[in-house]
C-alpha cells in the first residue's frame, strides 16, 4: 500500500495512522511524499512519474494507493492512465475529501472518505448564529462538540 501525500500538519496524522492500522493488520507501505502545496506542479509531475514507475514496474507489489487528499485524483489518474494502468481495475484507489468537481469525469470513480465538511461547515455557521443571537445575554461559555463520522461512499459501478 502506498500513501501518497504531503508530511504537513494537516495530512502528518492521516499518515501516521495510515502506517499504525497496516501494521495492526501485519501489511507493509510507503509513503510517496509529494506535497503539492510546496512543489510546483513542473516539479511535482516528474516526481511522481519517476516513483510511479518504480512502484508499478518490475516485482513491486502493487496493491493500493491511499491519496491523502482529492486533489492528488488528477495527477493520479493521468501518470496512470499514460502508464497503461487502469485505475480501480489494476491497482485500488481511496482518497479524502469528497469534493464532487475533482470526482467528476474520473473513470472508474475512486472509492472516497467522506470528511462531511459540507456537514461540519453548515452546523458551524449556525453555531455561529446561535451565539450571535445570544451574545446579548449570558452565555454559559459551554461549547457544542461537533463530530461527524467520516463515511466511505464505494466507487461508482461503470
Given at each position: 500500500?502506498?500513501?501518497f501525500?504531503?508530511?504537513?500538519?494537516?495530512?502528518?496524522?492521516?499518515?501516521?495512522?495510515?502506517?499504525?492500522?497496516?501494521?495492526?493488520?501485519n501489511?507493509?507501505?510507503?509513503?510517496?511524499?509529494?506535497?503539492?502545496?510546496?512543489?510546483?506542479?513542473?516539479?511535482?509531475?516528474?516526481?511522481?512519474?519517476?516513483?510511479?514507475?518504480?512502484i508499478?514496474?518490475?516485482?513491486?507489489?502493487?496493491?493500493?494507493?491511499?491519496?491523502?487528499?482529492?486533489?492528488?485524483?488528477?495527477?493520479?489518474?493521468?501518470?496512470?492512465?499514460?502508464?497503461?494502468?487502469?485505475?480501480?481495475?489494476?491497482?485500488?484507489?481511496?482518497?479524502?475529501?469528497?469534493?464532487?468537481?475533482?470526482?467528476?469525469?474520473?473513470?472508474?470513480?475512486?472509492?472516497?472518505?467522506?470528511l462531511?465538511?459540507?456537514?461540519?461547515?453548515?452546523?458551524?455557521?449556525?453555531?455561529?448564529?446561535?451565539?450571535?443571537?445570544?451574545?446579548?445575554?449570558?452565555?454559559?461559555?459551554?461549547?457544542?462538540?461537533?463530530?461527524?463520522?467520516?463515511?466511505?461512499?464505494?466507487?461508482?459501478?461503470?
Amino acid at each position: 500500500f502506498y500513501y501518497f501525500g504531503g508530511l504537513n500538519k494537516l495530512f502528518s496524522p492521516r499518515y501516521e495512522n495510515f502506517c499504525n492500522t497496516l501494521s495492526e493488520n501485519n501489511q507493509k507501505g510507503d509513503i510517496i511524499e509529494l506535497d503539492y502545496a510546496k512543489l510546483k506542479l513542473d516539479v511535482l509531475v516528474p516526481k511522481a512519474k519517476e516513483i510511479f514507475n518504480k512502484i508499478f514496474s518490475g516485482n513491486y507489489p502493487r496493491t493500493g494507493l491511499f491519496l491523502s487528499s482529492s486533489s492528488y485524483l488528477s495527477i493520479t489518474y493521468q501518470l496512470l492512465y499514460f502508464m497503461g494502468i487502469t485505475p480501480m481495475e489494476d491497482v485500488e484507489i481511496i482518497t479524502c475529501e469528497n469534493i464532487p468537481k475533482l470526482l467528476y469525469g474520473l473513470l472508474p470513480q475512486p472509492a472516497v472518505i467522506d470528511l462531511r465538511m459540507q456537514e461540519i461547515g453548515k452546523r458551524g455557521v449556525e453555531m455561529l448564529v446561535e451565539l450571535q443571537r445570544n451574545s446579548k445575554n449570558t452565555r454559559t461559555g459551554v461549547y457544542e462538540k461537533m463530530i461527524f463520522s467520516p463515511k466511505l461512499i464505494e466507487p461508482k459501478q461503470q
